[in-house]
């Protein structure tokens, strides 16, 4: 589709997540730390973002962090 710019996100997440529990997230890299897990990748739109958030909340997760990551350089684009 084109003019259609996704966005990458930094999702953290309290605690270990199972590979099961990050089978939800297909689609999305995953890193899991001593104390939380972070999901990196892409997001089409915000309702694609609010679905992401709302799996959280329905696997009982406790949401740390969300954030938009910048853009990078090699994105070819401007501000507009």
Do not use: C, N, W
Request: aromatic fraction near 2%.
């Amino acid at each position: 589709m084109p003019g259609v710019r996704t966005a990458s996100y930094e999702i953290r997440i309290k605690g270990r997540m199972s590979a099961q529990l990050l089978s939800a997230f297909e689609g999305m890299d995953a890193t899991v730390q001593s104390v939380e897990t972070v999901l990196r990748g892409p997001v089409v739109d915000q309702a694609a973002l609010h679905g992401l958030l709302d799996r959280i909340q329905a696997l009982g997760l406790e949401l740390v962090e969300v954030r938009r990551l910048p853009e990078s350089p090699a994105g070819g684009g401007g501000s507009r």
